[in-house]
Nanobody, 126 residues
Framework: QVQLVESGGGLVQAGGSLRLSCAVSGRSGVFFPMGWFRQAPGKERAFVAAITWSGGSTIYADSVKGRFTISRDNAKNTVSLHTNNLTPDDTAVYYC???????????????????WGQGTQVTVSS
């Protein structure tokens, strides 16, 4: 099992930026595919972005493509989500997730992830 702790959320005006971070602990030296999801009030948890264990490949939801960037630093055991040009539709709780499975390099479905953080709130005002 791994522990995931998100940080970096907050209140930002439309057009602004935030850098979300996810600290990964519990399996030193072992790296997994990671992802970010978000859940707005009254909506299901939705895929945002994912990155392979090495950081060599990424994939994004269409709604954030070109605005968000996922990255990782395995030396520091962190995964980041850089969010730019935020809109009120981006308001949600953002979750970091790890996929401790090795069936494919990238995962976009919530059920494919085995470990989740507690989430960090992002609120974008108009």
């Amino acid at each position: 099992q791994v522990q995931l702790v998100e940080s970096g959320g907050g209140l930002v005006q439309a057009g602004g930026s935030l850098r979300l971070s996810c600290a990964v602990s519990g399996r030193s030296g072992v790296f997994f595919p990671m992802g970010w999801f978000r859940q707005a009030p009254g909506k299901e948890r939705a895929f945002v972005a994912a990155i392979t264990w090495s950081g060599g490949s990424t994939i994004y939801a269409d709604s954030v493509k070109g605005r968000f960037t996922i990255s990782r630093d395995n030396a520091k055991n962190t995964v980041s989500l850089h969010t730019n040009n935020l809109t009120p539709d981006d308001t949600a709780v953002y979750y970091c997730a790890a996929a401790r499975t090795y069936t494919k390099p990238l995962y976009t479905r919530a059920y494919e992830y085995t470990d989740w953080g507690q989430g960090t709130q992002v609120t974008v005002s108009s």
